[in-house]
Every structure is written in C-alpha cells, then in structure tokens.
C-alpha cells in the first residue's frame, strides 16, 4: 500500500511538472482539436489577402495572418476560438491585423458556419461590397466590419442574424472622410426588423438618409445607440429615450434631425448622451437632473433656448458638459459649481449674460478644458484664492468676454495647449509671462481682435512647440522681424490688419511648415521672398492690401498644396507666374488691382478645383481665345475679368464648358462655400469671402451663397 501510494504521489509531480514546462498544451491528449475542413476554410481565407502595414490605423495593430502555421492546430492560431468540446470554431477576431483585399460571397470565411463572433474591424478591404452571405453565419450574436473600407448598400439580408447583440459598421469612410456604407429606402427599417436582442446598434457615418424608425423605440436590450454622421432626417422618436437599458445615445452630426429632450425620470440609465449639430430644439427641461448616472451630456451647436436649469447640478458624475452654440440666456446657474469630476466644460457661443467670476469653478480641480467664450457676459478673473491653486487647463477660451487685461491666473499655468483670449479689450504691450507659463505645451495662441502694441521685450521667443499664432486686428508696430521669432514648428501665422512696416524678411523660408501666412492690411512692402513658393505644405497665402511690388515668384513646384491664394491690392508687376499651373489644389485665386501685364492666363483652366478668379483692375491684354482644352475650367462659379485692356470678342467656347455656372439647386437650404484645413494638432475652417464693384458699387460677401455665379467682363 505504501509504495502505491509513493508511484501515485511520483505520478502526480509528473504531471505537475509537465503542466509547468508547457502550461497551454499540458492535457492537450484529452483537448479537442479543429476540424480540418474549417482549418482548410481559415487557411484559404488568409491567401486572399497581403498584409499591408497601411491597412490599419490603430498604434498596436499586428499582422495576425504572419503567425498561423498550418501544422498547428488551428484553434491555437492568433485571433481564432474554438469551442473547447466540439473543437468548432466559434470566434474569429482578426481586427487591426493590417489585411489589404476583397471579400466576396464566394469567400472560405462563410463555411464557418459555427461562428458565433467575427470582428473584421480596422482593415482595408478595398471597397468590396459586404456580403450577402453574412446571413448564412446563423449563430453569429458579434459582427464588427467597421473602419475596413466596405463599399455600396449595406445588406438588409443581415436583419436575418436574429442573434446578434452587437452590430458595427461604423467608420467606412476613405482618406477624404468621405462616407462609403450607405442604408438607402427603407434598408434602415428593414434591417432592424429582425434583431430583437440588439445591445449595441453602432452605424456611425453610414449614409442613412431617412427617418429614424419608431422599432428602435421597441429594442428594449439596447444599451449603446451610436448613429452620428448618417444624415438622418425628421424628427427623432422622443421614445428612445426611455429605453430601459440604454446607456451611450449618439446622434451627433446629423444636421437635418430635429427633436427635443423629453422628461426624464430618476429610473433613466443614460451615461452617455450625445445630440451635438443636429436641429434639436426647445427647452432644456428641470428633468435633466435626474439622469444622476450621466458621464458627458453634449447638446452642442442646435436651438436649444432658455435657461441652463439649477438642476443640472444634481450630475455630479459628469465628467464633460458642452452646450456650445445654442440660444441659451441667463445667468450660468452656481449649482454648476457642485460638479467637482468636470475635466471638460464649454458654454461658448450662447446668449448668457450677468456678471462671471471665476472663482465658481475653483473647486473643480480636474478642470482641463473650458470656454465661456462668445456670450453677453463679463468675465472676473479677480479671485480671492491663492491662483496657484486654480485647475491647471489643458484649454482655456475667454474670447469676447469683456477683458481688460490679461487675467493674472494665467502665471501659474504650466500645462496649457491652447490659450484663446480674442476679441477683448486688452491693451498694451504682451507681457513675456503670458507665453513663458506654458512654454513646454503650448500650441495655439489666439490674441487676435484686441489693442495690443508689442511685446514688453522684442524680438519675443516665442514658445518652441507653438503651432498656430493669431495675432490679427490689433495695433503691432514697427518691422516684422524685429518683434517676434516664429518657431520652426509654427504651422498658422496670422499677423493682418496690424500698424507694421518693413518687408517679409528672408527668415521666413525657414518656416518650412507653414500651412498657412496670412499678413494682409499691414501695410507691408518690398518684394516678396522666392522661396514663397517653395513650401509643399501651404495651403492659404493672403497678402491682400499692403504694399508689394515686383514679381510674384514663379517657384510654384509640383508639391504644391495651395488652396487659397489672395495678392489682390498691391503693386505688383510682369506676369502671372506660369508656374500656378502647378497648384492642382487653388480654389480661390485673388490678383484684382494690381498691375499685372500679361495675356488671359488659358493655362489655368485645367486647374480642377479653381471656382473663383479675380484678375480685375490690372493691364491684362489681348484676345482671350478660345479654350486649349477640352474641359477647361471645370469648377469655375465667379470669374472678374474687368478693367483689363482685353480686346476682340468673348469667346462663345468658355460659356458652353463653365458648366459649374450653369448649374442651380433649389431644393436644399442655403448653405455657403467653405473650407477645412487641418494641420496635427489643429483644424481651422472658414468661409470664404470677396467684395465685388457693381456699377461703381462695392459689395462686401463676408460668406458667399454656394449658388453664387458671377461674370464681370466690362
């Protein structure tokens, strides 16, 4: 009995040891292996793709597909799960795995039939439409195909996974952001049909263009609804809301969507609740205080009015606040004060009014982002605290909040990334504290629209990371280069509408990343540096108004990212550089009143985004002639041609291909043309604008009307 007992106890330390020295695969004798069919299908659907670094975006994607070695068992293969008594495969997760291919119905993928989880997400499939054949994948309860580049309609066959608890097809937009999923009809109805046990419904940017169905209202497991960007329409079913289950809301971005919040009661679950740019409107009722579980409540950029209800401090677990650009008044209610976990609040661009102290958010010490800036109020920055204690902001914007000063917190804050004090009354000299606090972090200066007269020490060192500098509409004296030092990394340089003198100086080629250098009306001369246009990264350049003269450079080179160029109002001489042929980009080119002497520039009608042309008021000569292309301006909505010295008779072949001129669509509300810039740590959008004379009358378009055509040849 006793050398029984010492074999069984040698026994057991065998296989103790073992599991040791190969804990995975210790029992694998008695572990189920895969199937080789569904091996055989796994191994097929890997040749059909390349593995393309490119093909995903997220920091820690890995090429899954490089691991699997065929004579291993399949269910030890990266990113595939198999049920451990029937060895089927039943989890298929290849996301971010840097797949570059197409799938169709035909694909090996469908004979895993078994599958119960399939995430494709983070891919490039390279536009291949989703198959129909998901719907043969029964037991699927997961399907994630976003940010993968799927193309066309959606299948509504998917509403025939009546297992599904999460669906996601967010994201299938290309490297404009342009949307390529779309739910056309009815699909949107038809696709939720059938799957009643929904938890996550994520759509995000695919192109629904309906109404929101009154089913969803029925899903009663759902706890995430993201439908942001999916031009949804009509009203927003107020249903929704009361979903008993339901924590993320996300409509954001769907500009034609109306609704209003209804009453809330205290057995709400919402955390997350997101309606931002939509046209959502009315008042934001007393109720809102009883959704004591919400995380970030954003209703930015709609019509909501009234007052910020005293309830609102009863959500003292929000962690972000934004009614940014409504029609809200009133006074900001101190209650705001009770929320100590805020990191992120923007009350900008509203109608509230009364007087601010700051002090009221002095207890939120996580405080990292915030705006008052754009309403009817003043701002005390007076405090009776030690500043030194204040929340160190990440963002801090007072614009147009009545300021006379430059707020004396501002010394103790060392973490700030962008500051924005436009559109005051602050006056005098800027003193080096306000950029030396943030020195190591700070991206973004805006001083614009103030009475500012220099820096208290000139040249100023301006902070080495500093992104974009707008110092625009103040009263800056003297030269350019001697008062400040732009960093290497500045990207928006925005000096206009200034009392400066001098020249651009030739330090300025050294601003290699310069995105965009506006210094118009600042009464500037000389002529301009060569290497103007020699940076493949500029996008705007407006030089209007000042004092120019000789050449426009003629360095324009096949990198040429330029969008906007405005040298109107100057003194400018000889000719229109050929070289602007190069800026495959221009959308907007600007050389009214100058003295340009050239003939008509034809070799700007292949130019394929160009849609206004001001060359008026120059010594422009000669016949224009007929166009040199068969598709000569194509995008051209407002040209000026007048006053020149132009002779003979305007040619009938211009007038038939200036298409663009020719076309009216009456059937959207008004909108304006307008453009994007984005640098990587910035974006900046703005309309675009031009004066016109008519008759001796000059017209000012702060924004132009997308439908606006325009001739002037006289």
């Not at 290309?174 to 939720?192: P, W």
Request: aromatic share 10%; with cysteine.
């Amino acid at each position: 009995m006793e050398s029984f007992l010492f074999s069984y106890f040698i026994f057991i330390q065998m296989l103790l040891s073992l599991s040791l020295v190969f804990p995975q695969h210790a029992f694998s004798f008695v572990q189920t292996r895969c199937h080789d069919h569904e091996k055989s299908a796994l191994w097929q659907f890997k040749q059909i793709f390349i593995i393309d670094m490119s093909a995903s975006h997220d920091p820690s994607s890995y090429p899954t597909l490089s691991s699997w070695n065929y004579n291993n068992d399949c269910c030890s293969w990266d990113g595939v799960d198999c049920n451990e008594d029937t060895g089927r495969v039943i989890g298929l997760d290849l996301s971010s795995s840097c797949l570059f291919g197409s799938i169709n119905s035909n694909s090996t993928l469908f004979h895993l039939v078994h599958l119960q989880s399939l995430n494709l997400a983070d891919n490039n499939f390279n536009y291949s439409t989703i198959p129909t054949r998901l719907a043969h994948l029964s037991h699927l309860t997961y399907l994630n195909l976003s940010r993968s580049r799927f193309f066309g309609q959606v299948p509504t066959e998917i509403s025939q996974l009546s297992k599904l608890s999460s669906l996601d097809l967010s994201y299938n937009i290309d490297s404009v952001d342009k949307r390529l999923l779309r739910l056309e009809g009815f699909s949107f109805k038809s696709l939720i049909h059938n799957l009643t046990s929904l938890e996550k419904l994520i759509l995000s940017t695919v192109d629904i263009a309906s109404t929101v169905p009154e089913r969803l209202a029925n899903l009663s497991s759902l706890t995430t609804m993201n439908l942001e960007s999916c031009s949804l329409l009509g009203e927003f079913p107020t249903k929704v809301f009361y979903l008993p289950l339901l924590q993320d809301l996300n409509v954001n971005f769907n500009y034609d969507l109306s609704g209003y919040l209804p009453e809330f009661d205290l057995r709400n679950s919402l955390k997350y609740l997101k309606v931002s740019s939509t046209s959502f409107s009315g008042m934001i009722s007393s109720s809102l205080g009883n959704l004591s579980q919400l995380i970030e409540l954003d209703l930015s950029y709609n019509n909501f009015s009234g007052h910020i209800p005293l309830s609102v401090g009863n959500l003292t677990k929000l962690t972000s606040l934004d009614l940014s650009s409504n029609n809200l008044q009133g006074p900001i209610p101190i209650s705001l004060s009770q929320l100590k976990n805020l990191e992120t609040l923007y009350l900008r661009e509203n109608k509230l009014s009364g007087i601010v102290k700051l002090d009221m958010f002095f207890t939120m010490k996580n405080l990292s982002k915030f705006s008052l800036s754009a309403n009817n109020f003043l701002v005390d920055t007076r405090t009776r605290w030690n500043t030194s204690s204040f929340p160190q902001f990440e963002f801090l914007g007072l614009l147009s909040c009545q300021l006379t000063e430059f707020p004396d917190f501002l010394r103790n804050q060392s973490k700030l990334s962008k500051l924005i004090l436009a559109s005051n009354s602050i006056q005098g000299l800027i003193p080096r504290w306000i950029y030396n606090t943030s020195s190591e972090t700070l991206d973004l200066l805006n001083l614009s629209d103030n009475f500012l007269t220099g820096y208290d020490q000139s040249p100023a060192i301006l902070p080495s990371k500093l992104e974009t500098l707008f110092l625009n509409s103040n009263k800056l004296k003297g030269p350019l280069d001697s008062l400040h030092i732009p960093p290497l990394s500045i990207n928006v340089y925005d000096v206009s509408d200034n009392k400066l003198t001098g020249e651009i100086s030739p330090s300025i080629c050294n601003l290699s990343s310069l995105h965009i250098l506006a210094l118009s009306s600042s009464n500037l001369g000389g002529k301009l540096p060569p290497c103007l246009g020699n940076f493949s990264s500029m996008s705007m350049l407006k030089l209007y108004g000042n004092n120019f003269c000789g050449s426009i450079p003629d360095t324009w080179t096949n990198n040429c990212r330029m969008r906007v160029m405005d040298l109107s109002e100057n003194q400018f001489q000889g000719h229109l550089p050929r070289s602007l042929a190069n800026c495959t980009l221009l959308e907007l080119l600007d050389i009214k009143k100058n003295q340009i002497e050239d003939s008509f520039p034809f070799w700007l009608e292949t130019l394929p985004e160009l849609f206004a042309l001001f060359m008026s008021s120059n010594r422009f000569h000669g016949a224009i002639g007929e166009p040199q292309s068969k598709v000569s301006f194509p995008k051209l909505q407002i040209i000026d041609l007048s006053h020149n010295n132009f002779s003979g008779h305007l040619p009938c072949g211009y007038f038939q291909q200036w298409n663009a001129m020719k076309v009216f669509d009456n059937t959207h509300k008004l909108t304006y043309l307008n453009g994007t810039f984005r640098g990587k740590n910035w974006t900046l959008s703005f309309f675009y604008s031009m004066k016109v004379t008519n008759k001796g009358i000059v017209q000012g378009y702060e924004r132009l009307p997308d439908f606006l055509k325009m001739m002037d040849v006289q």
